[in-house]
């Protein structure tokens, strides 16, 4: 019980930001390139509790933490684009799409600071060590698996955007499998093949922005 206690009270603040910070950054791009869609609906807000959902947002992720799963993701209530009222649709949905992943990218980078911070200063409370460990490993888990190129995911919006339109048409056609088709491949254990890769990337470029601090407080 404890435990599970503990993981809870680790991985609370670093979900919500995650997923919270993902989807407004998908409404603040979508109102940017002319879709107020989202803004209208009072979508484009850091209030978790507009974002929140219950299975996505707090039972996965804490189901995949409690058994230790190599990864961790989850999702929240999507953010409405129209992408029709873009100013140039087909273009602008990419930009609209990689917001998400890109601010997960960007928090990811803010919880390596805070752990370094962390370890500079000689913080002795192992909990904030956790908490940034959290903080960073889930960003770089959904900033990875959000890029995945299968739609209703973020790659499969920048793949759409990517095709030649008559291809991406057929490709979109695969949007109502997208989540079943995932979650095979994550039953299968195959989703990793895409995931450590992106993972790894990432985590080389955090640390190259990184070093010029790590040199300052080392």
């Known amino acids: ?31 940017y390139f002319g879709d107020l869609t989202a803004y209208s609906q009072g979508r484009m807000s850091l209030n978790p509790a507009r974002h ?4 996505g947002t707090i039972l996965i992720p804490l189901a995949l933490a409690l058994m230790s799963s190599p990864f961790l993701f989850g999702y929240a209530k999507p953010v409405p684009v129209d992408f029709s009222r873009l100013r140039n649709p087909k273009k602008q949905m990419a930009w609209v799409a990689l917001a998400g992943p890109a601010a997960n990218f960007f928090m990811a980078l803010l919880w390596m600071i805070i752990f370094i911070s962390l370890d500079a200063a000689a913080m002795r409370e192992e909990f904030f060590f956790e908490v940034a460990k959290a903080g960073f490993k889930i960003n770089l888990m959904l900033f990875a698996f959000n890029l995945f190129p299968l739609p209703p995911l973020d ?45 790894a990337g990432a985590n080389l470029l955090l640390s190259l922005l990184i070093s010029p601090l790590n040199f300052l407080l080392n």
């Open 1 to 31: 019980m404890n435990d599970i206690i503990q993981t809870i009270a680790v991985y609370a603040i670093p979900v919500l930001f995650a997923i919270t910070l993902h989807e407004a950054a998908h409404a603040y791009a979508a109102k």
């Open 52 to 55: 929140i959902d219950l299975f």
């Open 155 to 199: 790659g499969g919006r920048i793949m759409t955007s990517i095709l030649p339109n008559r291809y991406a048409y057929k490709f979109m056609r695969l949007e109502p499998y997208g989540f079943f088709i995932v979650l095979g491949l994550l039953m299968l254990n195959l989703l990793q093949y895409w995931m450590m890769p992106v993972i």
